[in-house]
């Protein structure tokens, strides 16, 4: 098995994230099992629609927001990354509850995509359809 660049995986025992940065061959493991690869959902349902980061570029700026979902301590965006394509650069904020889900970068391009984690629903990306 080989990973890939910012990959995620999580422990369905612990609930332990990593992410990838440099790939290599081999099974992560924690909690003595196999972690579990996240892949990002992408839908136009309701679901989707709460969880899919938004991107938006203005003025040499770009605004990431994931608008509507909530942000209370049981259920929340845990994080938002921001990355060129190429994956060759990363930008990553933490969430708490509480606070708003965004996300804004100053001089990036619009070569670039994003994610969020949901801490019950997972990784998300952006509806391919928009």
Request: aromatic residues 10%.
């Amino acid at each position: 098995m080989s990973t890939e660049k910012l990959q995620l995986y999580k422990c369905e025992v612990c609930g332990n994230l990593i992410q990838v940065i440099v790939p290599s061959y081999g099974e992560l493991v924690c909690c003595s099992q196999p972690m579990k690869l996240q892949t990002v959902q992408h839908d136009s349902t309701e679901m989707g629609e709460k969880h899919a980061p938004k991107l938006e570029f203005r003025e040499n700026k770009s605004y990431v927001q994931v608008k509507t979902h909530p942000m209370l301590p049981e259920h929340y965006i845990q994080f938002i990354e921001v990355y060129k394509k190429d994956k060759s650069i990363l930008h990553l904020k933490y969430l708490n509850p509480g606070e708003i889900p965004e996300f804004e970068i100053t001089n990036f391009d619009d070569d670039i995509e994003a994610i969020e984690f949901c801490n019950i629903h997972g990784l998300w990306g952006e509806d391919k359809n928009d």
